[in-house]
C-alpha cells in the first residue's frame, strides 16, 4: 500500500508541476494524464486477475524482400485477448494495455506512459472469444484483409508503442489500475522461448490453462500470420 501511494502521489505531483510551468499545450495534456493515472498503479494482482489472458503475440513480421508465397506482410505488432470463461462476458471498457512494469510507471514521465498505455474502447468481451489489439488499426486491417475472424476481432484504435522482438512485459490493467495480467516474454528464440521467425511469425499460448510466463507453454504458430481472433493452430484446450 505504501508503494502504491508512494506511486500516486508522484504522478500527481509531477502533473500539477507541468500544469503550471510549461506551455498551455504541456498544461492541457498533463491534465489528462492526472485524470487518467490519478489513482496508483498497483504491482499486485487485482481481484479479478485472469479474467482475461493474452494468447497470442506478433512482435517481428516478415518483409517483401523475405517473404514468401502466402505469408502476411505488414502487419505491424498486434496482441490477442481471451476471455477463457464458458458463461461470463467481461467488459473490457476502460482496460489498458502497457508495456511498462510496475517500475518503470512509477519512475518514467507522465508524457512517456502516455506513449506507452493504450486504453480500450468501449468493448464487451463474449465468453470463449477473443480480441486483438493491433499498434496499427490500419495496417492490420490491410495485411489480414479476407480473414474475417481477425478483422471481426480488431479492436479501434492503435496502441503505437511497438513489441520489442528481444522481449519484454506486457500488462492488462483494469479501469482501477489493478492488474488483471501480467506476461513477461523473451524473443528472438532466446532460451527455451520458442523463435517465430522460423514459422508463422506469431507466439502462440498453447493451453488456455498453462502458465502464460512459463516458454513451455508457448509455441511459433503454424500458420502463416498467426491466427488473430481465432483459436490457435497448436491448440490442447480452449
Known amino acids: 500500500m505504501r508503494a502504491r501511494a508512494e506511486l500516486h502521489d508522484s504522478v500527481v505531483r ?14 492541457t495534456f498533463a491534465v ?18 485472469g479474467v482475461v ?16 508465397e502466402g505469408d502476411v506482410v505488414g502487419s505491424n505488432d498486434w ?12 467488459d473490457l471498457t476502460g482496460f489498458a494495455l502497457t508495456d511498462l512494469s510496475y517500475s518503470e510507471l512509477r519512475k518514467k514521465r507522465p508524457e512517456t506512459v502516455a506513449r506507452h ?3 480500450i474502447p468501449k468493448l464487451v468481451l ?7 489489439i493491433a499498434r496499427d ?31 519484454e512485459t506486457l500488462r492488462i490493467l483494469d479501469t482501477a489500475n489493478e492488474t488483471v495480467f501480467e506476461l513477461k516474454y523473451k524473443g528472438g528464440g532466446k ?18 490453462r498453462l502458465d502464460p510466463n512459463d516458454p513451455y507453454s508457448w509455441i511459433a504458430s503454424l500458420q502463416s500470420g498467426g491466427t488473430p481472433g481465432e483459436v490457435n493452430s497448436v491448440a490442447v484446450a480452449w
Not at 53 to 68: F, H, K, L, R
Not at 126 to 132: D, L, R, T
Not at 145 to 165: K, P, T, Y
Open 14 to 27: 509531477r502533473c500539477r508541476v507541468m500544469c503550471l510551468r510549461r506551455a498551455p499545450f504541456a498544461g
Open 32 to 49: 489528462a494524464m492526472l485524470m487518467m493515472i490519478a489513482r496508483p498503479c498497483s504491482a499486485k494482482r487485482g481481484t479479478s486477475y
Open 53 to 68: 489472458q493474452v494468447t497470442e503475440i506478433c512482435y517481428e513480421q516478415p518483409d517483401d524482400s523475405s517473404a514468401i
Open 79 to 90: 496482441v490477442e485477448i481471451y476471455n477463457p470463461s464458458k458463461t461470463v462476458s467481461v
Open 117 to 119: 498505455w493504450f486504453k
Open 126 to 132: 463474449a465468453p470463449k472469444s477473443f480480441a486483438v
Open 137 to 167: 488499426e490500419m495496417e492490420f486491417r490491410k495485411a489480414y484483409a479476407g480473414h474475417d475472424q481477425a478483422i471481426e476481432a480488431l479492436v479501434r484504435g492503435s496502441f503505437g508503442f511497438g513489441l520489442n522482438n528481444k522481449g
Open 191 to 208: 532460451g527455451p522461448w520458442p523463435d517465430t521467425r522460423e514459422a508463422g511469425h506469431s507466439l502462440e499460448l498453447i493451453d488456455a
